[in-house]
């Protein structure tokens, strides 16, 4: 009689024929359900079926909620039907999760989600809520990057002059200052905060202004005009 290692006497090769059919039931056992939603998901995004892929990674998600691979597949499929704030949603809740499971692929269509949000926000010209995206989220904090301050800069421009038409120039300012701090010389920020020193009479400051930014940016043909204007005044 052999004793196999689970504890059983069988005789002669009892223990290997044993084993040999445990591993086989084993082996014919099916994935967990959330596995198996994920294999089925992730086959439908590769082949660029995005709605069916959410499908199943919505499946996965319900049967194992904190599990990276169908939060970050959620992203990725809500991505490609062009849904990039509802992607940087599950992208965040990935992060709170694992953030350690941000490979570089993620890490780029996370940018490329917040990148195209923003966007969406401009074109709407809903100015501060572009800016919460760009500057307040967390995916703003992994993605810095000239092309988001690019948009952001685009963004506070447009809510400087949105708040200059509405007389609130407190809130002008505080864009303007926010882009100049961004970009130095930047010309339609410059040009737009010596309009407003000019009404209140510093055409000493604005001047310095535009010299300032004539630094930065001496072949801008506005700010030479702007220049050239402001020293002519008697």
């Known amino acids: 009689m052999r004793r196999c290692a689970i504890g059983w006497s069988l005789p002669g090769g009892g223990c290997a024929l044993l084993l040999l059919a445990l591993a086989a039931s084993c082996a014919s056992e099916p994935p ?14 590769a082949m660029g079926n995005a709605a069916s892929a959410l499908t199943g990674f919505l499946r996965a998600h319900e049967l194992a909620p904190d599990h990276p691979a169908a939060l970050g597949g959620l992203a990725l499929a809500e991505l ?4 990039p ?17 941000f490979d570089a692929e993620l890490t780029a269509a996370r940018c490329d989600a917040l990148l195209a949000a923003v966007t969406a926000e401009l074109d709407r010209e809903a100015w501060a809520a572009a800016i919460e995206l760009a500057e307040r989220t967390p995916s703003a ?19 400087a002059a949105q708040a200059r038409e509405a007389n609130q120039i407190a809130a002008a300012i505080d864009h303007l200052a926010w882009v100049l701090a961004e970009q130095p010389g930047h010309a339609d920020a410059t040009l737009a905060v010596v309009d407003l020193l000019l009404r209140e009479g510093a055409q000493d400051e604005a001047l310095r202004l535009l010299s300032e930014a004539l630094a930065h940016h001496p072949n801008d043909e506005r700010l030479i005009e702007a220049t050239v204007d402001l020293l002519a005044e008697p």
Do not use: Y
């Open 80 to 83: 490609q039907l062009g849904r």
């Open 85 to 101: 704030a509802a992607a940087l949603g599950w992208f965040d809740q990935l992060e709170r999760i694992r953030a350690d499971a």
């Open 32 to 45: 967990p359900p959330h596995q198996a939603a994920l294999r089925e998901a992730e086959a439908e995004l």
């Open 141 to 159: 904090v992994v993605c810095r990057a000239e092309p988001l301050s690019t948009l952001a800069i685009r963004a506070h421009v447009a809510g």
